[in-house]
């Protein structure tokens, strides 16, 4: 602190301010500490978690007749792909014409759409995905983000297929 004689009266003037601009900050601060800590809101009472049921899922349209045979050229069942990665494609239980296609933990169920190439397309009914099988391997792709889930999945169909290619040559 510092220390004023009584003959030097700029250095006590000085001394003064100081004091009184400390006092005065030191108010401030413990002023908006009292009102930080009277607007601040209470701590809410521990919510009880409600687990809802998932909704009914909706109904998909009646297939027509080019969807059911499109449904009868995919190829049902577990697909082996690159990187020990699998899939499985089954009819969908509920909805004739409509198959269901699993990956790990994930399910979609999917529309068969026949191309014009031939090659057997299955869309997914919320749009998320796409299941392209052609004559020697299938892919699995992710509409929304633009890439591939899982590629060179291979049905034991398709293997036959480029077996018999493989055995014309």
Known sequence: MLRASSTDAPLRDTAMNLKSTLAIAA????????????????KP??????????????????????QLAAAERAHLGAYQCEFSESIDVSMNPKSN????????KQVWTMKPVVSSTGAVRLEDVKGQTLLLQ????????????????????????????????????
């Open 134 to 169: 052609i004559a020697n391997k299938s892919m699995l792709m992710d509409q929304k983000a633009g890439r591939r889930v899982v590629d060179g999945c291979i049905h034991e169909k398709q293997k036959e297929s480029a077996a018999a290619v493989a055995a014309a040559k």
């Open 97 to 104: 014409g409509y198959v269901d296609v699993r990956h790990k």
């Open 27 to 42: 108010a401030l601060c413990l002023g908006a500490t009292a009102a930080v800590a009277q607007t601040a809101p209470a």
């Open 45 to 66: 009472a521990a919510k009880k978690v409600v687990k809802k049921a998932a909704p009914a899922a909706a109904a998909l349209p009646a297939a027509d007749a080019e």
